[in-house]
């Protein structure tokens, strides 16, 4: 019912769009973007920002069965708890991309990011590792709008093709699971968290792009 009703409200609002001038370009043409820079980095970064979305819910609940003993039922809050702090930092997220620089709240989605994989990595408390969880949860949150949002600043007259690539960013919820299950068959679910590490890493490195587009 809420979706039909917000496809209603949306369908009855009028939308000014500028006209595209020239001919749409082709998929081929849309990919070749992928060779700017700043686009090819903010796809990774929306890659790893999917891999960790996908990967905490998978991994989280394991965790705590294999350092609590838990029973799955018990272990599930887990994800609940991801999705709880992962929709707050959605709701506040536009309040603090407002009154911060871009830059400084990315800075400090991916520290919170960074504490959360230290937790779950070495965590052996409930209290830690639910911290972790939620650190990620609330991190995670906004990291896809701002990655979206750098790719689009970049390169203004191409915000349709751009859109398309950095949609097409979320298959990275298809490559870090299959990563983290090998990781986890090797070395328990230790493995994984350091796959989804990985992410994280590659997530402080994007952060001078964001002082490139938005100074």
Same mark, same amino acid.
């Given at each position: 019912?809420?979706?039909? *009703?917000?496809? +209603? #409200?949306?369908?009855? !609002? ?5 006209? /595209?001038?020239?001919?749409? %370009? ?69 309040? *603090?991309?407002? +009154? #911060?620089?871009?830059? !400084? ?5 991916? /520290?919170?990011?960074?504490? %959360? ?51 097409m960013g979320l298959f990275g919820g298809t490559i870090f699971p299959l990563l983290m299950g090998f990781a986890s068959d090797a070395v328990g679910q230790a493995g994984a968290v ?22």
């Amino acid at each position: 019912m809420v979706g039909t *009703f917000s496809a +209603v #409200l949306l369908g009855v !609002t009028p939308i000014h769009e500028e006209k /595209i001038e020239g001919k749409p %370009s082709t998929f081929v043409e849309c990919f070749k973007l992928l060779g700017t820079p700043i686009v090819l980095l903010s796809f990774l970064g929306i890659m790893c920002h999917v891999g960790i979305d996908v990967g905490t819910n998978t991994t989280a609940p394991k965790i705590l069965m294999e350092r609590l003993g838990m029973t799955l039922n018990d272990a599930a809050f887990a994800t609940s708890l991801y999705f709880i702090f992962r929709t707050i930092g959605c709701l506040t997220g536009s309040f *603090f991309l407002r +009154v #911060l620089k871009m830059r !400084t709240f990315f800075i400090i989605s991916v /520290i919170m990011m960074a504490l %959360s994989m230290c937790g779950m990595f070495f965590g052996q408390e409930k209290w830690i590792l639910y911290t972790a969880i939620a650190l990620v949860g609330y991190g995670n949150s906004n990291i896809f709008s701002m990655c979206f949002a750098t790719a689009l600043e970049s390169m203004p007259k191409k915000q349709n093709e751009v859109s398309g690539l950095m949609i097409m960013g979320l298959f990275g919820g298809t490559i870090f699971p299959l990563l983290m299950g090998f990781a986890s068959d090797a070395v328990g679910q230790a493995g994984a968290v350091a796959v989804m590490a990985i992410g994280v890493i590659y997530l402080f490195t994007y952060i001078k792009q964001l002082k490139t587009v938005n100074p």
